[in-house]
């Protein structure tokens, strides 16, 4: 199935990408956008360093970004941080996503990643962003890909779950499709684009990509899945351009939290002194929103 | 859903002047007999500046303006052409947003086209034939410039099409009369003190606007030595009868029906962008336009949904909006042409145009496509010259080719196909002067351009650019 999909020319997913980015988003459409990416945040650690109070500090951040702001859409840790991240998000309606299956690098056996899964969701986590074998997934062997998929997805019970397809090891576009296929064949609640640990994350013509092959999934078979580019997303500038790209790819549908989100760490800053600009006319500077 | 706001480019960019006399020997001066035109926004019908009538006393003027000019401008060494068309080019980088403006308020395309591609395109044309002047020894074409040129330009791109004929004469050591088109004659003005700024010599280009009258006195002046036209094949066939035994040299640059052949084994995401962009961009005003879409028939449901849902996300409407997509056909004569041919087409073949609503002023037509459509029907022979779009099918690559060539024009061709083997096969079969794989309606200064059969003849663009210049 997967070799019968449409081949992607790479020049002219390149130039359809660059062309979205050139839409001018001003004034109240801009706002509307920063507040919607404000909830499309899945704020990030995935440091070696982090420790429950940089996990508490991340979550307070998560929950009231600032004053009047909506809070984001989830937080995003390690496992052996979900307790100290589900002790501080508890009752704030954010969701709290653990990667989990070896991430980044996905080699481990199976058992151990279904364990590091299970042991998340008991932690607390709802949603699991898991990464597929790009080893297996090279060689060809998809039914392995696929199988894993669906054995983490099972250990999940009722957390949701993000299939990191690590799109900067994958080679090629008609790969990123190849993958996005698979993942939702084999029960992806999400697909996302990379880990963020290798040099090449989220970029706009690798979600141009997975967002046409939501949309064609979902004329397919009914069920919306969602997209979550991670990586790279620094700026509001950015992080508009890519609502622009799932509002005329996949479609105004998708510009929900629940069908879109950002893997980010320091985007969120930047969004909230776009929107202070926006409020009051002028740039407050660095030093007025939080580093957290 | 999300709205954008509107996004408009600032339009004070643009000093206009009330009125607009004719560019000879260096100098802006009133037509001998004082007729004048008006030149209006397509988009909104408001008269944007009044432009002076060129009769044969002021071709005349001009063309003996060039021959002055002739004898200096020729005798300069090619470094020292080549300086001033360099000049040339960064003076128009340097003013491309105020003349990407004046192009989308003139011409009524979107900004971000003028923007993106026309002022891109008309400095890389002036830098390529700047890198040309001192190496004519090298391109094969000998090195004698022909004299006066007579260039005519169409209003589909009104700076490009400058470009293209102007850099190629100047490069060369001709001398220049050009007559921009009736409805889009401001950009060559505004050209005209590019010009001055560029301090290049007096009467090496004259700009003279009028309408069909001016073009023709300029083309049948007996002391034009080439003429050069892009434009409608009928006006192309008037202009060889006039300069036949005349010993002028003629390039011709005309029409065409230009087919995009979409295998099954296509990047269909991308071919969709690329039939949308092969007849919608410029509102299909565009020679080489892609209007005639070949489907092969095993995907023509998918390819044909994909096509109606990207076409409902075409934004139309003011062109200096910079989300705009589609904006106004380029006059009220323009319109008429294509709601008469759509009117035929609607008895032909099935129509259909996503839900958009279009302005009450100004000159619109929805983009739209005609399904159910054969090789027998108008819609499918003749060039509309606007966002109309014929779809036909077939079943194999040999029916593909047929049905290409079957017409009597030949300028552009385009397929789709992840497969080489098919692109190189395909291509080498098809009778037209340029064929895209993989994409459409690029242009590169660097890559020649022009017909076979009814579009015309001779090539613009590239080395082979030069040998309509030289003797």
């Known amino acids: 199935m997967l070799h019968g999909l449409p081949g992607v020319d790479r020049v002219g997913a390149e130039q359809r990408a660059a062309m979205l980015g050139t839409r001018s988003i001003k004034t109240t459409a801009k706002a509307e956008a920063i507040d919607l990416a404000i909830r499309m945040v899945d704020l990030t650690t995935l440091e070696g360093a982090d420790t429950p109070g940089k996990v508490r500090a991340l979550c307070a951040k998560a929950r009231r ?53 299970r042991a998340a969701v008991a932690a607390g986590a709802d949603e699991i962003d898991m990464v597929i074998s790009r080893g297996a997934f090279l060689a060809g062997r998809y039914d392995l890909v696929h199988d894993e998929i669906v054995a983490v997805k099972e250990a999940c019970g009722d957390a949701h779950l993000k299939v990191i397809l690590e799109t900067g090891e994958l080679g090629d576009y008609d790969n990123v499709r190849r993958a996005s296929w698979l993942a939702m064949d084999a029960g992806a609640d999400f697909i996302k684009t990379s880990t963020g640990k290798v040099p090449s994350a989220a970029t706009p013509p690798v979600t141009l990509i ?31 351009k890519y609502l622009v790209m799932v509002n005329e790819t996949a479609g105004p549908e998708w510009l929900t939290p629940d069908l879109f989100r950002f893997g980010a760490s320091t985007l969120l800053n930047d969004l909230l002194m776009q929107r202070a600009k926006l409020r009051t006319g002028h740039y407050s500077g660095p030093d007025y929103v939080t580093l957290d | ?53 060129a009769g044969p006393a002021d071709v005349d003027r001009a063309v003996a303006a060039a021959r002055r000019a002739f004898a200096g401008w020729s005798a300069l060494p090619g470094a020292a052409r080549a300086k001033y068309l360099y000049r040339i080019a960064r003076i128009v980088q340097e003013r491309s947003r105020e003349l990407a403006v004046l192009e989308s308020l003139d011409n009524g395309k979107p900004i ?40 005519v330009i169409p209003w589909n791109f009104p700076l490009l099409m400058l470009a293209w004929k102007i850099a190629p004469a100047l490069a060369t050591g001709n001398t220049v009369v050009l007559k921009p088109a009736e409805t889009t004659p401001l950009s060559a003005l505004f050209f005209a003190d590019v010009c001055r700024q560029a301090e290049l010599p007096p009467g090496v280009v004259n700009i003279v606007t009028g309408a069909g009258d001016t073009g023709r006195t300029l083309v049948e002046h007996p002391d034009v030595n080439k003429v050069a036209f892009t434009g409608s094949t009928e006006v192309g066939r008037q202009i060889a009868r006039s300069v036949a035994g005349t010993g002028k040299r003629v390039t011709l640059e005309l029409g065409g029906k230009a087919a995009n052949i979409v295998f099954d084994d296509a990047p269909i995401d991308q071919a ?41 996300q075409l ?10 997509d589609i904006g106004a056909i380029n006059s009220s004569v323009q319109l008429e042409r294509v709601r008469a041919l759509a009117a035929v087409g609607e008895q032909e073949g099935e129509r259909w145009s996503p839900p958009c609503e279009l302005p ?82 690029r242009f590169d200064p660097a890559s ?8 015309g003849y001779g090539r613009e663009g590239g080395r082979h650019g030069l040998e309509a210049y030289l003797a």
């Open chain 1, 210 to 240: 997975m967002l046409e092959a939501v949309r064609d999934w979902f004329a397919q078979t009914g069920r919306r899945i969602g997209v979550k580019p991670a990586g790279g997303i620094r700026t509001s500038k950015d992080a508009i």
């Open chain 1, 65 to 117: 970004p600032e004053a009047d702001c909506p809070p984001v859409a989830a937080v995003c840790v390690y496992p052996a941080m979900v307790p100290a991240a589900a002790e501080a998000l508890r009752g704030s309606g954010v969701h709290l996503a653990s990667v989990a299956t070896a991430f980044p690098s996905g080699q481990a056996p199976l058992e151990v990643k279904l364990a590091d899964t």
């Open chain 2, 112 to 151: 971000r086209e003028a923007r993106d591609v026309d002022l891109p395109l008309v400095a890389a044309h002036f830098f390529y034939y700047a890198g040309w002047a001192d190496k004519l020894a090298y391109a094969g074409y000998g090195t004698t410039p022909l004299g006066v040129v007579g260039q």
């Open chain 2, 1 to 53: 859903m999300f709205e954008y706001a509107p996004a408009p480019e600032s339009r004070s960019i643009v000093d206009l002047a009330p009125s607009y006399g004719l560019f000879i020997d260096g100098e802006f001066a009133a037509p001998a007999d004082g007729g004048v035109f008006k030149t209006v926004n397509p988009a909104t019908e408001e008269v944007l500046s009044e432009v002076s009538v």
């Open chain 2, 315 to 324: 934004r139309v409407g003011d062109p200096l909006d910079k989300n705009t």
């Open chain 2, 272 to 312: 969709v962008e690329g039939i949308v962009n092969g007849i919608f961009f410029n509102q299909g005003h565009v020679c080489c336009a892609g209007s005639r879409l070949l489907v092969q028939e095993n995907v023509y449901d998918e390819v044909l949904d994909s096509l109606k849902r990207r076409m409902a």
């Open chain 2, 448 to 455: 020649p351009f022009g017909g076979y059969k009814e579009s």
């Open chain 2, 360 to 441: 009450g002023q100004g000159f619109w037509f929805a983009p739209t496509i005609f399904t159910g459509v054969s090789q027998t029907h108008r819609i499918a022979r003749e060039e509309v010259f606007g966002p109309v779009l014929a779809v036909l099918t077939f079943r194999t690559p040999a029916e593909a080719v047929e049905k290409a060539n079957n017409t009597p024009y030949g300028l552009s061709a385009g397929i789709w196909s992840e497969k080489g083997s098919r692109i190189l096969a395909v291509a080498d079969k098809l009778r037209a002067g340029v064929v895209w794989a993989n994409t459409f309606n």
